[in-house]
């Protein structure tokens, strides 16, 4: 990614904070994590560590266009894929979680990882999120796949 990418996607993100400067300040001199609101921008879409990376290998594939801002919580165990708010919030399945309005999303600059978390697919800065739809389907795979993979008790 360019330099010009990430200040662009330094800029789309911080844009969802109260206090732009506050939250770039906090990536280059605090701990390098901001806290911001989901629901305004953006929400997103926690799922399971090993459901998480499978769906968005599957989203890699042509001629899909290339995947929205995912981000990895390695502590956590968890995916997050940016998706456009959805204020039903209709996302329904194990394990999966969903922040919108009024949740508060950690996250580390789109430059450097921070902590635990690290962007899997950055954010480019053009405000392309993922396409709910597509994610579903990737998703659905990815669970399809997990359990056919999943030992069988005993085994």
């Not at 996607?9 to 001199?29: F, I, N, Q, T, Y």
């Not at 953006?42 to 981000?71: A, C, H, K, N, Q």
């Not at 580390?108 to 800065?125: H, I, Q």
């Not at 579903?136 to 990815?142: I, K, N, P, T, V």
């Amino acid at each position: 990614m360019t330099n010009a990418m990430w200040m662009q996607g330094v800029e789309w993100l911080a844009a969802a904070s109260a206090d732009p400067r506050a939250c770039k300040r906090e990536w280059d001199h605090g701990e390098g994590v901001a806290l911001l609101e989901a629901g305004r921008y953006w929400d997103v879409l926690s799922v399971p560590e090993r459901l998480g990376l499978l769906t968005l290998d599957l989203l890699w594939r042509p001629p899909l266009p290339v995947p929205g801002p995912t981000l990895v919580d390695s502590a956590a165990g968890r995916v997050g894929f940016f998706l456009p708010p959805d204020p039903s919030g209709g996302w329904i399945g194990s394990g999966l979680r969903c922040a919108t309005k009024g949740a508060w999303v950690a996250v580390p600059p789109p430059y450097r990882p921070a902590r635990y978390l690290e962007w899997l697919v950055p954010p480019d800065g053009s405000g392309a999120l993922h396409a709910p739809g597509t994610l579903e389907l990737a998703l659905r795979e990815a669970n399809g796949t997990l359990s056919v993979l999943a030992p069988m008790p005993g085994e």
